[in-house]
């Protein structure tokens, strides 16, 4: 398993500059006992209490860039202090990243309150999900009975069912959008039909068309002065 060895320290003196180098040498000597493969060693001198810290932001990069599944720390706090450190475990539970402390001997154990917290704010983004879903589907039906707009009709590929589809149709999102549809309800609707595309994606694909076709009109234009 890759794993990333992360150490922190509040203030910058030669004190905690020691204990830094300690807690790498001790994180990286019990990696080697668990077997696991340190892709990335981060560590950075700043309060625990603040969200805005170097060390922090790489340690998620280094999480997605290496495929990292493990952080082992010294113990919690060396993550962060306060509702800072709920916030990091958090998000990096989000990222399926195990954590594992020092302290504990193990994966790291949360208290009882900690973990109430952690499970309160899981399952309210759990329903801002479905809150947002449910309002791409009344934008969607909003379209559908007020623009006069009927998805069938225009969509290539019916009776697919929810099979993935890599490619994207420029047309019926050129189409769609001359139905005046949000970019977000076009992604909504080519997803009905069973194609894999965000809002983001139907959006830079219509910019691309865009420019091509101004690229077009300028090199007609051209082509008639020269002639």
């Not at 302290?103 to 208290?111: F, R």
């Not at 704010?121 to 379209?143: D, P």
């Amino acid at each position: 398993m890759k794993a990333i060895v992360y150490t922190r320290v509040s203030t910058k003196n030669e004190e905690q500059e020691t204990s830094l180098e300690r807690q790498q040498e001790e994180l990286l000597a019990w990696a080697r006992e668990m077997g696991l493969d340190v892709v990335r060693v981060i560590s950075e001198q700043h309060s625990g209490f603040d969200l805005d810290r170097p060390g922090l932001y790489q340690l998620f990069d280094a999480i997605k860039k290496e495929k990292a599944k493990a952080v082992l720390i010294q113990d919690d706090t060396r993550l962060g202090r306060g509702e800072a450190k709920l916030a990091i475990i958090h998000q990096l539970y989000r990222m399926s990243c195990r954590i594992f402390s020092r302290q504990h001997q193990g994966e790291l154990e949360l208290d009882a309150g900690e973990s109430t917290v952690l499970h309160i704010i899981a399952k309210v983004e759990e329903l801002q999900r479905k809150m947002m879903n449910q309002k791409i589907s009344w934008g969607m039906q909003r379209a559908i009975r007020e623009k006069g707009f009927d998805p069938t009709r225009n969509l290539k590929n019916q009776g697919l069912g929810g099979r993935e589809k890599k490619e994207v149709p420029v047309e019926q999102i050129i189409a769609l959008k001359d139905k005046k549809l949000t970019f977000e309800e076009i992604a909504a609707t080519l997803k009905g039909f069973g194609y894999d595309v965000s809002r983001a994606t139907v959006h830079r694909r219509y910019q691309e068309w865009l420019k091509n076709q101004s690229e077009s009109a300028a090199d007609d234009t051209e082509k008639v002065g020269g002639n």
